[in-house]
């Protein structure tokens, strides 16, 4: 009886050391991947709504992109709301989305000209998120890949304006930018970034060109403007030239019929073989500064028309703008 007892007491003992080993191995399971289990949780208690699935299917986004998306709470926000958990840095710079407090807010753009917008910020403050969580010797050697895209595409005058900015909205967030700004906007990062990307996209190619699809429409209006603005700018010297040049011609012209005219009244003229060779040499010079002025002319009115296309295309480039500017918010109602 003895010996069962101590068998029974024995065999206790061991169950409650397992038990406790696996209580202090999932308690420290559960303290090293605390980050883990609290997105886990966050993803649980996250509806995702029918626009963010389209989102993450548009985008191309993995089981492992859709986890760290839902975990972030996305919501699709009006101007108002937006402004209120976004923000603007720069009174010049339109904010589309921002990744604040561990939830993700993207402004609600309709404009049916920039499809895709909405989907490549969400992918945008994603890659956000998953920076936020990366190991500092992973982050180290992703910052590395990064800065080595950055210097072979550095020339792009776009982006470097955008680095700046964000040096001097979010001094130290540099390589946390790059890391959703080249994520989402540039091909062919290199094998080894293009190997993380894939962890959270399958076709990180897709978010490219949605980014491009929607850029491309600035790009467009940019270009047609530019074109414009060089045609005008010529125009309007060719058009001053001209009209220099016109002015001085009439000038000496007047000078050259009044001294005509004079010479006729007072017989000034020894025959009038000679006073018909000089008429008809000012009736030529009549008629070839009345060729200037036609010719100023018809560029005046083309240089009106050109006018009125780069104002259409600044309207339409402002329209657009005014789309993604969520400090034009409308008067709340009462």
């Known amino acids: ?182 994520g989402t906007e540039f091909p062919d990062l290199g094998s080894e970034l293009e190997a993380h990307y894939s962890k959270y996209f399958k076709s990180r190619q897709a978010v490219v060109e949605l980014h491009g699809k929607y850029a491309g429409v600035f790009t467009a209006l940019k270009g047609q403007a530019d074109t414009l603005a060089a045609q005008l700018k010529s125009l309007a010297a060719q058009i001053q030239s001209d009209s220099d040049s016109y002015n001085s011609s009439v000038t000496q012209l007047n000078s050259e019929i009044e001294s005509f005219n004079a010479r006729a009244s007072s017989g000034g003229f020894s025959s009038q073989a000679q006073f018909n060779t000089e008429r008809q040499r000012l009736v030529g010079r009549v008629d070839a500064v009345a060729s200037s002025r036609s010719a100023i002319d018809a560029n005046i009115s083309k240089y009106e028309t050109l006018r009125v296309q780069y104002n259409q295309i600044a309207d339409t480039s402002q329209s657009l703008y005014d789309s993604i500017d969520s400090s034009l918010a409308p008067a709340p109602s009462i």
């Open 1 to 182: 009886m003895l010996r069962t007892k101590t068998s029974r007491g024995s065999a206790s003992s061991v169950v409650s050391a397992i038990i406790a080993t696996v209580l202090l191995g999932a308690s420290v399971w559960l303290w090293i991947n605390r980050q883990y289990t609290v997105d886990q949780i966050a993803v649980w208690q996250y509806q995702p709504t029918s626009d963010m699935v389209g989102f993450a299917e548009r985008t191309t986004m993995t089981d492992g992109g859709k986890f760290y998306l839902y975990a972030s709470h996305p919501s699709l926000e009006k101007t108002q709301a937006f402004n209120t958990k976004c923000d603007r840095k720069e009174a010049t710079t339109a904010v589309l989305g921002c990744y604040a407090s561990g939830k993700i807010y993207i402004y609600d753009v309709t404009n049916e000209q920039l499809d895709g917008i909405r989907e490549v910020t969400v992918a945008h403050e994603t890659l956000h998120a998953v920076y936020e969580r990366m190991g500092e010797s992973e982050k180290n050697r992703i910052n590395k890949l990064l800065e080595e895209q950055y210097t072979r595409i550095k020339a792009d005058e776009e982006l470097a304006d955008r680095m700046a900015f964000y040096d001097r909205a979010q001094p130290g967030e540099r390589d946390n930018e790059l890391h959703s700004i080249l």
